[in-house]
């Protein structure tokens, strides 16, 4: 078989390009990207040096355009896919670094509370004891053990203002259902 003409290759190519686009575009549904693929796909073409092989050359380009179209899927998920998880790593960096800072201020709220009402806080809240058994261990009323606590709460509310009183309630509550 003779090797096709170069007018003979522009011929098919101006007869079936937006065939091939519009092939390419419904796998891609990008119509700059599709065009880029047929013209990709014609530019290897013309640089093979067993065309003359070739029976059908417009056939042989609509599958090579579809195969290079689906590539280019396979190639975008691939970077989606890392581009996620990067994204997700750094996410999850930032977060920790939050999360940390976030303990770090609630420790130090902790911290501000008069002995006692920490105390009380510690056994009620952190450990999960009942009023009666708080009061029992520390040698007061269980009277006394609400008003520690009340007043623990009433610091850490003012002194932990917004979002991080919020997340002490928050890991309060993972704590307790972690631990039981």
Not at 4 to 26: G, N, R, V
Not at 37 to 65: C, F, G, P, W
Not at 72 to 97: G, M, N, P
Not at 104 to 127: G, T
């Amino acid at each position: 078989m003779k090797k096709p003409t170069e007018d003979t290759i522009k011929k098919i190519f101006l007869e079936h390009y937006q065939e091939w686009c519009m092939l390419s575009f419904a796998f891609l549904h990008d119509m700059q990207a599709a065009e880029d693929v047929v013209q990709d796909v014609m530019v290897k073409m013309l640089t093979r040096s067993d065309l003359n092989k070739i029976e059908n050359l417009a056939s042989y380009v609509k599958v090579a355009v579809k195969n290079t179209s689906l590539q280019k899927i396979k190639s975008e998920q691939k970077v989606r896919k890392l581009d996620d998880a990067i994204s997700l790593f750094y996410t999850s960096y930032e977060q920790e670094l939050i999360d940390r800072e976030e303990r770090a201020k609630v420790q130090k709220a902790l911290n501000v509370l008069p002995e006692q009402s920490k105390r009380v806080f510690e056994l009620c809240i952190i450990e999960g004891l009942q009023y009666k058994s708080t009061a029992d261990i520390m040698g007061i009323s269980t009277n006394t053990v609400k008003y520690h606590l009340k007043k623990a709460f009433k610091i850490l509310r003012h002194t932990l203002s917004g979002s991080y009183f919020f997340s002490l309630i928050i890991a309060i509550v993972t704590f307790l259902s972690v631990k039981n």
